[in-house]
């Protein structure tokens, strides 16, 4: 099976250096599926006149990772690409520059590790090292049971094996579409069970990869399109029809969630030094800059998400580093991450208080199928939102002299979280693996959509049904963004967000955003978070997970409204990584209001 083939390799040469001896051994059994990018492989290492070569982007997901494991067990560098160098344009005239391709190189990091030099004499291999030794013979043992048709359906690796090599056995059998699993107790107990998969099954299983990369690749297509067009295509560029004048009384309301501000005290009237578990020096340097950004913004209204624990902790933080220019509304709950309203004293938003009769509906439990398999569950908010009611007074828009009060009800909202737990490991692990990670994915979106239908049923309930065009803010981290992101478009068919703007059918209803307005923001500063997106595989993506939306008649009088990029990096530091170089793992965000 190690012999030279005239087989379609779907490769060819990348660049030209002296050959190096094939690292695998002759004779080994490779899998039926194997044997056409081996003998390529093998070719490769053969000639001493190529130093790379790259397999064709019509290979499919399953194909790469075979290539990707053949390589390993020849020692050659190897990594999937997707858009090539400049350099590389003509002799990849064929094929559209957005396709992934394998690159694999020729490399002396085996020879390099037991310090002996490349061998250019091909009669005389290589040494090879333990781990690529053991590699191959648990390829063997698993192709053979994989390919007798006699043997039993499963079969086990002892639990002498260490850690390495029971991941070594995983990896292998992946590549092979293998089921495989580790029982016992982690330690000397553990060992590792593969088993042989039915074709019928394996059928199915394959072309729901198949599906499943197709749909992701049509997805990245439609991301990397969005992200390249720098402006907005103008049709949610709806300008207010203010019903007020600039030069009367203004109302500036802010969002922000401030990162953990549980971590920073040590009672009710004491704050921590330090925080040595979240990279935090100086507590009192860290208040200082999120106090510092609240006082740049000078907001009458701040929804902060991520409070403390009670509201005597939030006024301890407001008096002692606020001058106690704000009363601190909220903290209703149990827990680290709490929701307030800090009000302005003497401020343009009076006679607040919590509107018990809404939040005594946000407390009850209610049902919905929370796993998508039409089964009833009860939920209740993970973090419930707060809900108040205070007065505020409006100039008439055709006169000089009269005026009215009328009631504002504001909403704090901290949505369920989509993070999941080891999920990148999940994301990139077996198709199992991945699996598992796009039902915690879907199943936490489908939450968020019920938090954020609840509220809207609170909010048509208490509010629009009992009170004309009413003025309405709700606000706060959503943890969802405009657009449908991947588990959206293909599992939900749905913007969770959506669920709380309202539907079209009673437009005299709806939320408007006051954030996505060229008008107000433009598109490149429309972001308030970045992270790590190794679904869509962007690094350091933005995105804009906190809100500010409001009823028709507060929309009217919007006169500004932006993500505060400035007053944020000005109280930051570095570049921004530890958590005592910046204020908050958030942008605030705010709206002035006539």
């Not at 397999?55 to 290539?67: D, G, H, Q, V």
């Not at 333990?130 to 063997?140: D, N």
């Not at 002299?401 to 990148?424: N, P």
Request: hydrophobic share 35%.
């Amino acid at each position: 099976s190690s012999s030279s083939s005239n087989t379609s390799t779907k490769g060819e040469p990348q660049s030209n250096a002296p050959g190096v001896s094939a690292d695998v051994p002759v004779g080994i059994q490779i899998a039926p599926e194997d044997q056409q990018f081996f003998h390529a492989l093998r070719k490769f290492a053969e000639d001493p006149n190529q130093r790379g070569m790259r397999f064709s982007p019509s290979l499919s997901s399953a194909e790469r990772r075979r290539i990707h494991l053949l390589c390993a067990l020849f020692g050659f560098g190897h990594r999937t690409v997707g858009l090539k160098p400049k350099s590389m344009e003509e002799e990849d005239a064929d094929h559209p520059s957005s396709d992934d391709c394998i690159r694999c190189v020729k490399v002396w990091k085996i020879d390099k590790r037991l310090n002996h030099e490349p061998s250019h004499d091909e009669s005389v291999p290589a040494p090879l090292p333990e781990w690529e030794g053991q590699m191959l013979k648990y390829y063997e043992q698993l192709v053979g049971f994989m390919t007798n048709k006699s043997s039993p359906k499963s079969m086990d690796f002892p639990p002498t094996l260490t850690s390495g090599q029971r991941k070594m056995i995983h990896a292998i059998a992946e590549h092979l579409e293998l089921d495989h699993e580790s029982f016992g107790h982690r330690g000397s107990d553990r060992f590792v069970r593969v088993t042989k998969i039915p074709p019928a099954v394996l059928r199915k299983r394959r072309r729901q990869a198949e599906i499943l990369q197709r749909s992701l690749d049509a997805h990245h297509q439609m991301v990397v399109r969005e992200m390249s067009m720098t402006e907005d295509d103008g049709l949610n560029d709806e300008i207010p029809t203010p019903t007020c004048d600039k030069r009367d009384g203004m109302l500036r309301y802010a969002s922000w969630n401030i990162e953990w501000m549980a971590h920073y005290y040590a009672s009710d009237t004491e704050f921590h030094k330090e925080v040595p578990a979240q990279g935090i020096k100086s507590v009192d340097g860290v208040l200082k800059r999120i106090a510092g950004v609240i006082r740049d913004l000078n907001p009458d209204v701040l929804a902060v998400l991520e409070g403390p624990q009670n509201c005597a902790r939030m006024q301890l933080f407001v008096d002692e580093y606020l001058g106690g220019d704000y009363d601190a509304l909220g903290g209703l709950e149990k827990g680290d991450q709490q929701s307030y309203l800090l009000i302005r004293r003497n401020g343009p938003f009076r006679d607040v208080e919590v509107f018990e009769e809404a939040d005594q509906y946000l407390q009850e439990p209610w049902n919905f199928d929370i796993d998508g398999d039409c089964v009833l569950d009860e939920y209740s908010f993970v973090r419930r939102p707060l809900i108040v009611r205070g007065n505020v007074t409006l100039s008439q828009p055709d006169s000089d002299t009269l005026s009215q009060t009328r009631s504002l009800y504001v909403m704090a909202l901290h949505a369920k979280s989509k993070y999941i737990h080891g999920g990148e490991r999940l994301w990139k692990g077996s198709a199992e693996d991945k699996q598992a990670f796009i039902k915690k994915a879907v199943r936490n979106r489908r939450r968020i959509t019920a938090e954020c239908t609840r509220l809207r049923k609170c909010i048509n309930q208490f509010i629009f049904e009992k009170e004309l065009d009413p003025l309405v803010i709700v606000s706060g981290d959503i943890n969802d963004g405009p657009g449908l992101d991947f588990f959206e478009q293909y599992y939900l068919l749905q913007d969770s967000v959506d669920s709380l703007l309202g539907s079209p059918f009673y437009h005299g209803k709806l939320l408007r955003a006051v954030l996505i307005n060229s008008q107000f923001t433009p598109k490149m500063d429309r972001w308030t978070v970045t992270f790590h997106d190794f679904v869509d595989d962007i690094p350091d993506r933005k995105c804009l997970l906190d809100h500010i939306f409001v009823s028709r008649c507060m929309w009217s009088r919007v006169t500004a409204a932006r993500v505060a990029h400035d007053v944020f990096q000005k109280h930051a530091s570095g570049k921004s990584r530890r958590r005592d170089e910046r204020p908050s793992d958030h942008r605030p965000v705010f709206a002035d209001f006539c």
